[in-house]
């Protein structure tokens, strides 16, 4: 006899976490998909989650680990390969020998400006999908959203509230 758990089940909620995740998947799924379209082979998802960190000047990989919140072992995973496809190059820190620097080699910064070009490209598509101004509204909610985040966590925050990042 087979029960019918179903028909017991609450419905869950309709709730905004639910909807950003569900949109930024979307997102990162077209902007990867592109990515690999536009001759970038090496990009992934989870590559692009650690290359969001980096800053296009490049940074301590120490500094990396902090900001990105992926385990030491699974950023040195993804730099090696990163390194390996010529994405970026870890160099030592000259104020500490012990230390390393990561940053974008010219292909790397080559991405970067695909990736800039196709993210563009992704908005205007929103926008013919939603409208202009319902578009700007979004644009404008989520700036809210973040800049109280980032107050929340004493980060800085950009022009109108804008959390400053390197993606």
């Known amino acids: 006899m087979v029960k019918e758990l179903d028909e017991k089940a609450e419905a869950l909620p309709d709730h905004v976490g639910w909807r950003l995740w569900q949109a930024s998947r979307a997102w990162q799924a077209e902007f990867a998909a592109a990515m690999r379209a536009a001759g970038h082979g090496w990009f992934t998802e989870a590559r692009a ?54 940053r974008y080699t010219r292909k790397g910064l080559d991405a970067l400006r695909d990736g800039d070009r196709i993210k563009m490209e992704i908005e205007r598509r929103y926008v013919g999908r939603i409208g202009e101004e319902r578009f700007t509204a979004l644009m404008g909610a989520l700036r809210a959203l973040a800049a109280g985040e980032a107050a929340a966590m004493g980060e800085d925050a950009g022009a109108e509230g804008e959390v400053v990042e390197s993606k």
């Open 49 to 102: 989650g650690l290359l969001g960190h980096i800053t296009r000047a490049g940074m301590r990989q120490s500094a990396l680990i902090e900001r990105s919140a992926i385990s030491k072992q699974a950023i040195q995973q993804l730099l090696d390969g990163l390194e390996a496809e010529g994405i970026v190059e870890r160099l030592p820190d000259p104020q500490d020998g012990r230390g390393k620097l990561v």
